[in-house]
């Protein structure tokens, strides 16, 4: 299957801090990324849809403005958690997919914890 | 408002045995649905996936059986393995729509017991 990577793997920041979690697509040109995020025991939730050179798509409830979502390159997209708070706390996964209608492939996931 | 449920939240089943893991939807529009397997502080990994317009497919160990009447799916592991003990989630899409968003269920954790 398709090969997807996150980076960092566990982030521990102070309150106040921005964080930025790379995701990237290593052997294919994702045209479309997801970002999820799963609190313990907890189902995976979609924040938002980045497509390639365009605005992110946000799910209900998630501030676009507290998430930064860039996807500027085909194989790179990028999740900025700005003024992190201890609620940030989260594991944070990204997929990917080639084409419309593909299956999504999911990156490893970044820990977040926020002090 | 889940609309894709998983109401068991854990299973366990004997090396060698059948697992079972079972998955409700109640978005009539959703055309494909897939399974993942998840280990701890990892991404899912992709298992299996059915489209609406068949009610069987085979991978292997794995298969996976839709009922759209019932709006219901099931995925079956057989023989299972120690190492087939993990979570399991069940995601619905509406293709149809053009989003390709992905639906999760709450997950059912699975283990085999050697």
């Known amino acids: 299957g398709a090969v997807v990577s996150q980076h960092p793997s566990w982030v521990i920041c102070k309150s106040g801090t921005s964080v930025k979690i790379e995701c990237r697509s290593l052997?294919?040109?994702?045209?479309?990324m997801f970002w999820y995020r799963q609190f313990p025991k907890q189902s995976l939730m979609l924040m938002a849809t980045?497509?390639?050179?365009?605005?992110?798509?946000?799910e209900q409830g998630v501030e676009k403005d507290k998430f930064l979502i860039n996807h500027a390159s085909l194989t790179l997209s990028t999740l900025t958690v700005t003024s992190a708070h201890p609620e940030d706390s989260s594991f944070y996964i990204c997929?990917?997919?080639?084409?419309?209608?593909?299956?999504?492939?999911f990156g490893p996931g970044t820990r977040l914890l926020v002090l | 408002d889940q609309q894709v449920k998983q109401n068991s939240p854990s299973l366990s089943v004997q090396e060698g045995r059948i697992s079972i893991l079972n998955c409700d939807y109640t978005?009539?529009?959703?055309?494909?649905f897939l399974w993942y397997k998840k280990y701890p502080a990892e991404g899912p990994t992709f298992l299996i996936s059915?489209?609406?317009?068949?009610d069987k497919n085979e991978d292997g160990r794995f298969t996976v059986f839709l009922n759209k009447s019932a709006k219901h799916l099931s995925l079956h592991i057989v023989p299972s393995q120690p190492g087939d003990s993990a979570v399991y989630f069940c995601?619905?899409?509406?293709?149809?729509?053009?989003?390709?968003?992905?639906?999760f269920g709450t997950g059912t954790r699975l283990k085999v017991l050697a």
């Open positions: 997929s990917a997919r080639e084409r419309e209608g593909e299956t999504q492939y």
């Open positions: 052997d294919f040109q994702a045209t479309t």
């Open positions: 980045s497509n390639e050179g365009s605005k992110a798509t946000y």
């Open positions: 978005n009539s529009m959703f055309d494909y």
């Open positions: 059915i489209s609406s317009i068949k």
């Open positions: 995601a619905a899409s509406d293709e149809g729509s053009g989003t390709y968003k992905y639906i």
